[in-house]
């Protein structure tokens, strides 16, 4: 009887077995609901801004540098054979029919065949920077963007800090701790926006600097080719 007795769990409140306990439900964040917090559209919507831009000059740059970056077949040979046979305008048609940084600079040079050397050196190598800036227009703003969207979003989270506490210290005996944790997440979200504009901003800079680059390093190749055909013998 004693070990029955001891196998009896007393209950303390009958009303635990009817109505149980429910865990609270956590709400979930939505990527949007955090863009548009009231407390931060002063930041987030210059963010936005800075975003598109970005995404803006990096497309358009990469498709011209792309285009760019594309040679026609047998381009060389067929200038090579011009020059060799004498044919200087239709070495000259050829560039014309080509838009593309290449074939303005191989026409420079073909403009001044009979000057000295040097003269057509300094001539395709002039061509070839004016090329390149052309190539790097807006380039810069990218990495403009990189640097200034991740202090911008920083400045948005002091700001809002300083609300945070400026509150609370007013409001020291009516202190809610839901509003200070509110204010604080709604103030380190312009740091993640910021933070995220930032290295897409950074990602895509290097991404046209590299191909840029490529795309000199291809313009110096062919420049020299230019220049060793003219040595050649008729």
Known sequence: ?????????????PDMISNPVTEPTIEKLRILDLVFL??????MIPL???FAV????????WLTISKAAKEERNFMNNIRDFIHSGKIESALA?????????????EKGITRIGKPLPDITAAIENTGQLEVQRLEKSVSVLATIAGAAPMIGFLGTVVGMIIAFHNMAANP???????????????????????????TAYICYNLIVSRISQVVYVLEAKSTEF????????
């Open 38 to 43: 009231p407390g931060s559209l002063w930041i």
């Open 94 to 106: 050829l560039c014309k029919g080509n838009s593309t940084p290449l074939a303005r600079m191989i």
């Open 173 to 199: 005996n009516n202190l809610n701790i839901s509003d200070l944790s509110g204010g604080i997440y709604t103030a380190l979200i312009t740091t993640v926006a910021g933070l995220v504009v930032g290295i």
């Open 48 to 50: 936005l801004i800075l």
């Open 227 to 234: 220049i060793d055909l003219l040595h050649e013998p008729v």
């Open 1 to 13: 009887m004693k070990s029955l007795a001891l196998l009896q769990v007393p209950v303390t409140n």
């Open 54 to 61: 970005a995404i803006y000059i990096f497309v358009e740059r």
